[in-house]
Protein backbone atom coordinates (compact mmCIF):
# COMPACT_ATOMS: atom_id res chain seq x y z
CA UNK A 1 0.00 0.00 0.00
CA UNK A 2 1.01 3.41 -0.37
CA UNK A 3 0.48 6.81 1.72
CA UNK A 4 -1.82 9.14 -0.46
CA UNK A 5 -3.07 12.66 1.03
CA UNK A 6 -5.47 15.03 -1.45
CA UNK A 7 -4.99 19.15 -1.89
CA UNK A 8 -6.67 21.50 -3.61
CA UNK A 9 -10.12 21.33 -2.99
CA UNK A 10 -12.03 24.00 -2.39
CA UNK A 11 -15.22 26.71 -3.25
CA UNK A 12 -15.95 27.36 -7.07
CA UNK A 13 -18.15 28.90 -9.33
CA UNK A 14 -19.57 27.00 -11.91
CA UNK A 15 -17.51 27.22 -14.91
CA UNK A 16 -14.48 27.68 -12.82
CA UNK A 17 -11.17 25.09 -12.54
CA UNK A 18 -9.89 23.90 -10.03
CA UNK A 19 -6.66 21.30 -9.88
CA UNK A 20 -6.79 18.23 -7.49
CA UNK A 21 -3.66 17.15 -6.20
CA UNK A 22 -2.77 13.73 -4.85
CA UNK A 23 0.59 12.70 -3.14
CA UNK A 24 1.83 9.38 -3.15
CA UNK A 25 4.34 8.15 -0.65
CA UNK A 26 6.94 5.14 -1.32
CA UNK A 27 9.38 4.09 -4.24
CA UNK A 28 7.11 2.01 -6.59
CA UNK A 29 4.56 4.94 -7.68
CA UNK A 30 5.13 4.40 -10.82
CA UNK A 31 3.76 0.56 -11.09
CA UNK A 32 0.47 2.10 -9.15
CA UNK A 33 -3.03 2.48 -11.13
CA UNK A 34 -3.58 6.00 -10.00
CA UNK A 35 -7.30 6.87 -9.46
CA UNK A 36 -9.82 10.03 -8.26
CA UNK A 37 -13.06 9.00 -6.94
CA UNK A 38 -15.61 11.49 -5.61
CA UNK A 39 -18.81 11.25 -3.05
CA UNK A 40 -21.80 13.28 -3.03
CA UNK A 41 -23.77 13.91 -0.01
CA UNK A 42 -26.30 11.10 0.08
CA UNK A 43 -25.02 9.26 -2.66
CA UNK A 44 -22.34 5.95 -3.45
CA UNK A 45 -18.58 6.58 -3.97
CA UNK A 46 -18.13 6.59 -8.08
CA UNK A 47 -15.44 6.51 -9.80
CA UNK A 48 -14.18 9.87 -11.67
CA UNK A 49 -10.98 8.80 -13.41
CA UNK A 50 -7.77 6.78 -13.31
CA UNK A 51 -4.31 6.24 -14.82
CA UNK A 52 -1.40 3.92 -15.14
CA UNK A 53 1.18 4.57 -18.02
CA UNK A 54 -0.70 5.77 -21.14
CA UNK A 55 -4.35 4.00 -20.10
CA UNK A 56 -6.34 6.38 -18.94
CA UNK A 57 -10.17 5.83 -18.05
CA UNK A 58 -12.51 8.73 -17.80
CA UNK A 59 -16.01 8.53 -16.35
CA UNK A 60 -19.18 9.66 -18.98
CA UNK A 61 -20.15 12.30 -16.44
CA UNK A 62 -16.80 14.45 -16.69
CA UNK A 63 -15.37 13.61 -20.22
CA UNK A 64 -14.25 16.38 -21.96
CA UNK A 65 -14.21 18.97 -18.62
CA UNK A 66 -11.40 16.67 -16.82
CA UNK A 67 -8.41 15.61 -17.40
CA UNK A 68 -6.10 13.52 -15.41
CA UNK A 69 -2.17 13.44 -15.09
CA UNK A 70 0.59 12.07 -13.07
CA UNK A 71 4.48 13.09 -12.34
CA UNK A 72 5.98 9.94 -11.26
CA UNK A 73 9.25 11.43 -10.55
CA UNK A 74 7.03 13.74 -7.62
CA UNK A 75 4.91 10.83 -6.98
CA UNK A 76 1.48 12.62 -7.28
CA UNK A 77 -1.30 12.76 -9.63
CA UNK A 78 -3.37 15.53 -10.38
CA UNK A 79 -7.43 16.11 -11.42
CA UNK A 80 -7.73 19.37 -13.57
CA UNK A 81 -11.42 19.76 -13.39
CA UNK A 82 -12.80 22.74 -15.79
CA UNK A 83 -16.12 24.13 -16.93
CA UNK A 84 -17.35 22.95 -13.49
CA UNK A 85 -21.20 22.06 -12.45
CA UNK A 86 -23.26 22.35 -9.05
CA UNK A 87 -23.26 18.37 -9.42
CA UNK A 88 -19.38 18.14 -9.37
CA UNK A 89 -19.80 18.94 -5.92
CA UNK A 90 -18.11 15.82 -3.58
CA UNK A 91 -15.78 15.04 -1.66
CA UNK A 92 -12.89 13.56 -4.26
CA UNK A 93 -11.00 10.73 -3.10
CA UNK A 94 -7.43 9.79 -4.81
CA UNK A 95 -7.01 5.85 -4.67
CA UNK A 96 -3.80 3.55 -5.63
CA UNK A 97 -3.75 -0.19 -6.85
CA UNK A 98 -1.27 -2.23 -8.50
CA UNK A 99 -1.97 -2.49 -12.25
CA UNK A 100 -2.75 -6.46 -11.93
CA UNK A 101 -5.05 -6.15 -8.59
CA UNK A 102 -8.88 -6.21 -8.88
CA UNK A 103 -9.07 -2.92 -5.99
CA UNK A 104 -7.83 -0.01 -4.89
CA UNK A 105 -6.88 -0.69 -1.57
CA UNK A 106 -4.78 2.62 -0.80
CA UNK A 107 -7.15 5.66 -0.24
CA UNK A 108 -6.39 9.05 0.93
CA UNK A 109 -8.61 11.38 3.24
CA UNK A 110 -10.24 13.53 0.47
CA UNK A 111 -10.78 16.87 0.14
CA UNK A 112 -13.63 18.76 -0.17
CA UNK A 113 -14.87 20.54 -3.84
CA UNK A 114 -17.84 22.32 -3.88
CA UNK A 115 -19.08 24.39 -7.12
CA UNK A 116 -22.37 27.21 -6.55
CA UNK A 117 -24.33 27.99 -9.21
Known amino acids: QVQLVESGGGLVQAGGSLRLSCAAS????????MAWFRQAPGKEREFVASIHSKNIYYADSVKGRFTISRDNAKNTVYLQMNSLKPDDTAVYYC????????????WGQGTQVSVSS
Open 26 to 33: GRTFSSYR
Open 95 to 106: AARRELSTSYDS
